[in-house]
């Protein structure tokens, strides 16, 4: 199925560093999700997103809806080493819809 | 909150058998739920789609006689990997989109290794 394009594909940063990655779509979305996963573990919802333009923060955590609804950015604010993990993007074209996946931001906190 | 468990987390089984899969919402209910696999180091694929009471749809490439996927109940979805071989070896995980919201909870995933 369709994957969304997300980058970037892995970090390397330094504690206490600001991180960026974004997605972008072909096609647009009513919704865009944002989810950290662990090793070995299933995804954890970070934000999600439901109108274009949208701006939401969750903790050290920032997702903005893009507004031609075909990206959206996540942004981490001082970062600390329990970020390391694999950031994976979501989109959803309407309720019920499958949900197609980015190819994941690999995080890696040096301390 | 909207917690979704997965039951087993492991499983090691031996080639031939089946295993089935539990995937329940906790406390929300799910119109529809999502079957992933999972293989190391990359996104999750999706597997197939289910309502409640109604047939799973399959992705391409997905064999719906050797993944049967139940949704019974508005909390509860089951996977069934039959005959199982080592290629079918991977995670797997669910999740439940909850009713009313467009917004998709995941289970923990289940690890299969499959002797």
């Known amino acids: 199925g369709q994957q969304l394009n997300q980058s970037p594909q892995s970090m390397f940063i330094q504690e206490g560093e600001d991180v960026s990655m974004n997605c972008t779509s072909s096609s647009i979305f009513n919704t865009w999700l944002w989810y950290k996963q662990d090793p070995g573990e299933g995804p954890v919802l970070l934000i999600a997103?439901?109108?274009?333009?949208e701006l939401t923060s969750n903790g050290r955590l920032t997702a903005q809806f893009g507004i031609t609804r075909k990206d959206s950015f996540l942004n981490i604010s001082a970062s600390i080493p329990s970020d390391v993990g694999i950031y994976f993007c979501?989109?959803?074209?309407?309720?019920?819809?499958?949900?197609?996946f980015g190819t994941g931001t690999s995080l890696t906190v040096i301390p | 909150g909207a917690v979704v468990s997965q039951h087993p987390s492991r499983v090691i089984c031996k080639s031939g058998t089946s295993v089935k899969i539990e995937c329940r919402s906790l406390?929300?209910?799910?119109?529809?739920m999502f079957w992933y696999r999972q293989f190391p180091k990359q996104s999750l694929m999706l597997m197939a789609t289910?309502?409640?009471?109604?047939?799973?749809?399959?992705e391409q490439g997905v064999e719906k006689d050797k993944f049967l996927i139940n949704h019974a109940s508005l909390t509860l979805s089951t996977l069934t990997v039959t005959s199982a071989h080592p290629e079918d070896s991977s995670f797997y995980i669910c999740?439940?989109?909850?009713?009313?919201?467009?917004?998709?909870?995941f289970g923990p995933g289940t690890r299969l290794t499959v002797l």
């Open positions: 997103l439901y109108k274009a333009g």
């Open positions: 406390d929300f209910q799910a119109t529809t």
């Open positions: 289910s309502n409640e009471g109604s047939k799973a749809t399959y």
């Open positions: 999740s439940g989109e909850k009713t009313g919201t467009d917004t998709q909870y």
């Open positions: 979501a989109g959803q074209t309407g309720a019920g819809n499958q949900f197609y």
